[in-house]
């Protein structure tokens, strides 16, 4: 047990894991539940409509609130933080956080990474503001090239040509490796992989294609409508052939490709097919405060109330640590023994109320 300079604290434990011995490394923070797109899979306009109820602003934790928890984080072992949401680029002031998260360290005095996963929108008008805030990486989501597609994808009518301008800003401004994240539905934009896989190709950016996922309850998510990695790397090695590399980092998410010629790199997230809970090591924020060691849990546990309550920060040390040691999650794993009857009355949480 040490101080920490950034932290203050007396009490840290720089060795806890859960009860299946893994770290917390991450920490994705939603700081918005509400979005400017209405992606079909996410936020299907039939339940996010007009009437939809999002969180009132005193409801969504405040920048000091997030820095307080990101520190006592960090204090914990997590090295990187990711801001998420809903679409985080919406939330005023963001580069005040991402200032304040800037500041954070390590216990050994590192500065932390801060990445952003964004649909891209407002990128090419924030992009240098972001990166001059001491933001480090951005990852976009794009699903489609077709503009016909995307912009019946994400249901708001918005262009890729705009989500393209985006990516190369981010990229200009320094905020690269630029990832693009194409989450492939079987019938709705699995014909899209190819033509995404050479546009990418021989660029800086790094393609990922994700398994769609049974997150949220609002999908109507079915088997069928995952087109598993493996499928993928057949159907692009054929035109491009493909060789597997290694894992770069522990937890790390993607399993990553390159082309044999040269042409660089691409990724797979493969949480249905090929779960990779063994070394989960990320921890999840609500936008008001709830901290879900899991993506497809039911519901959090409320930091807010102890924020708000008065708690000091070892009191908050403590029950970030007896949340995380009691954490026993592996859904991923588990998904393929529960019937489709099973899996559909298992309460989870939204993913543009939790992030990606
Ligand atoms: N709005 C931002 C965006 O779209 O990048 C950040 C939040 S969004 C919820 C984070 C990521 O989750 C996106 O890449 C999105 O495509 C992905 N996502 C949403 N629903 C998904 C699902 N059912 N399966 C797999 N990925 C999903
Ligand atoms: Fe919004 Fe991102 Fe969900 Fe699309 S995937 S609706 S952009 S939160
Ligand atoms: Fe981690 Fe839960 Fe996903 Fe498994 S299912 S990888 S435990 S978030």
Known sequence: MRRLPSTGLEAVE??????????????????TDRCNFRCVYCMPKTVFGRDYAFLDRDELLSFEEITRIARIAAAHG?????????????????????????????????PLEIALTTNGSALAMKAAALKAAGLTRVTVSLDSL???????????????????????????AGLGPVKVNMVVKRGLNDHEILPMARHFR??????????????????????DDVVPSAEIVERIGAEFPLEPLGQTAPGETATRWRYRDGGGEIGFISSVTNAFC?????????????????LFSASGHDLRALLRGGV???????AMAAIWRGR??????????LTPELRAARPKVEMSYIGG
């Open 202 to 223: 021989g660029t800086p950016f790094t393609l990922r294609f994700i398994e769609y996922m049974d997150v949220g309850t609002t999908n109507g998510w079915r088997l």
């Open 278 to 294: 063994g070394d989960c090591n990320r921890a999840r924020i609500s936008t008001e405060g709830r901290l879900f060691t899991c």
């Open 14 to 31: 720089p060795s806890l894991v859960d009860r299946r011995d893994r770290p917390m490394r991450d920490l994705r923070i939603s700081i």
């Open 328 to 337: 026993d999650d592996r859904y991923s794993e588990v998904r393929a023994t």
């Open 78 to 110: 997590v090295e990187k933080l990711r801001l998420t949401g809903g679409e985080p680029l919406l939330r005023r002031g963001l580069e005040g956080l991402i200032e304040q998260l800037a500041g954070l360290r390590t216990p050994d005095g590192r």
């Open 312 to 318: 000091d920060d070892e009191g908050l040390a403590d």
């Open 146 to 172: 077709d503009d016909e597609l995307f912009q019946a994808m994400n249901d708001v009518r918005f262009p890729v040509a705009r989500v393209l301008e985006g990516i190369d800003a981010a990229q200009a």
